[in-house]
């Protein structure tokens, strides 16, 4: 019934209008109600504070104080205007948790009839969706960072904390919630909970050597801490704001994420490990339902042999340590847990079967794949045989 009906039956609209507005919620109080609610449901503290925050910091200003049922289409689109090219990814979020807020009011009986959210896109401007979502640095750079990183006057713990999120190939969230009770040093298996992961299934990561010191490297740090990589209370996760200021102080055109690109990348240019391996490490669902429903495995075993090879690839060069060639008949100095094809450029010394420098190296002389940069002497070597170019 509308005010101006109830007038004409007799009754009276202002009182009406104050019980309605003394019953309405505001879209804030609506907001901070399905936030409460949810809490459950939120996949870790800082997620569910993001939630809030984003409407808390966008949409509050201009729906904040208004009735929800007096909400409409006009007002959400001066809400996401201002940040809907500038800041793309925030403003669709903010649009759907605001159509969640209103979806809450009309269940709850404090609106009627459509969402407004649906028609505010027809009054934006189109978004352009950049292929790579995430800037990534190319993986060949990935070793030079983190030598930078650890170089760098970053706290401890986040040094630490970014350098186990890059040999695991985890999501930030992933990385930063993470339990000493996930950990199990004996078998070098990392299990992250269904609850903390994108797609709601328990994700094991198979532990690298490098990764495996990260990790003792934190429990000094860590104390009592329930986390590997405690906030300075101790009884919270260190927040990502260490990470995106360790990059923003390099200077760099990267995101956090985007290292989980860099070894997507590496995987498929610089290894034959096979796709679904290397996808299964990202720990990304089979988009093939069939096959899906068949997969049994989670590839763990091969994953352990990707990880380490990525360990090894991505070794800050500051911690290598020269090796002699352990082929006896060799004298060529050689680095630790490196292959020619992958890190050919670290590589120095002088091959004596060749006489020429290992990074001039002809292509026979070394073999490829899981080979750690010693000769194959075996094979046709002589200074004649034709240079190839450095990787």
Not at 62 to 68: F, M, Q
Not at 184 to 208: S, Y
Request: charged residues 25%.
């Amino acid at each position: 019934m509308t005010y101006r009906k109830l007038a004409r039956g007799g009754g009276d609209p202002f009182s009406e209008r104050r019980r309605a507005a003394a019953t309405t919620p505001t879209f804030s109080q609506a907001a901070e109600q399905v936030h409460r609610e949810h809490k459950a449901a939120w996949k870790s503290p800082r997620h569910g504070q993001q939630w809030i925050n984003t409407l808390r910091k966008y949409a509050f200003p201009i729906l904040g104080n208004a009735p929800v049922d007096q909400i409409d289409t006009s007002d959400i689109l001066k809400a996401v205007s201002p940040i809907w090219l500038g800041k793309k990814a925030t403003a669709r979020r903010v649009l759907q948790r605001i159509s969640i807020v209103l979806d809450w009011a009309k269940v709850s009986g404090h609106r009627s009839g459509e969402n407004p959210v649906a028609g505010v896109r027809k009054g934006l401007p189109k978004q352009d969706y950049d292929d790579n979502h995430h800037e990534a640095l190319p993986h060949s750079e990935v070793s030079g960072f983190l030598s930078s990183l650890l170089g760098s006057n970053t706290s401890k713990i986040a040094k630490i904390a970014f350098e186990f999120l890059i040999l695991t190939g985890s999501r930030t969230e992933e990385a930063l919630c993470a339990r000493w009770s996930e950990i199990d040093e004996i078998e070098k298996v990392w299990t992250v909970p269904a609850t903390r992961m994108k797609g709601n299934r328990q994700h094991r990561v198979p532990l690298a050597p490098r990764a495996l010191e990260t990790v003792n490297r934190a429990r000094k740090i860590a104390g009592q801490s329930a986390y590997l990589f405690p906030g300075r209370s101790g009884t919270k996760p260190l927040s990502n704001t260490p990470f995106r200021k360790a990059l923003e102080r390099m200077n760099l055109d990267a995101t956090v994420h985007g290292f989980r690109s860099s070894f997507r990348d590496w995987a498929a240019e610089r290894t034959n490990f096979p796709r679904d391996v290397c996808e299964a490490a990202l720990a990304h669902a089979v988009e093939n339902k069939v096959e899906a429903a068949y997969r049994r495995s989670d590839l763990f075993g091969k994953r352990r042999s990707l990880m380490d090879a990525w360990a090894n690839y991505i070794e800050p060069q500051n911690t290598k340590v020269p090796q002699q060639c352990q082929r006896s008949e060799c004298g060529g100095t050689h680095w630790k847990g490196m292959t020619f094809w992958e890190r050919s450029a670290a590589v120095f010394g002088i091959c004596p079967r060749s006489g020429m420098a290992v990074v001039q190296a002809t292509k026979e002389h070394y073999v490829a794949g899981e080979d750690q940069g010693t000769p194959n002497h075996a094979a046709r070597s002589s200074p004649e045989s034709q240079p190839v170019t450095v990787l």
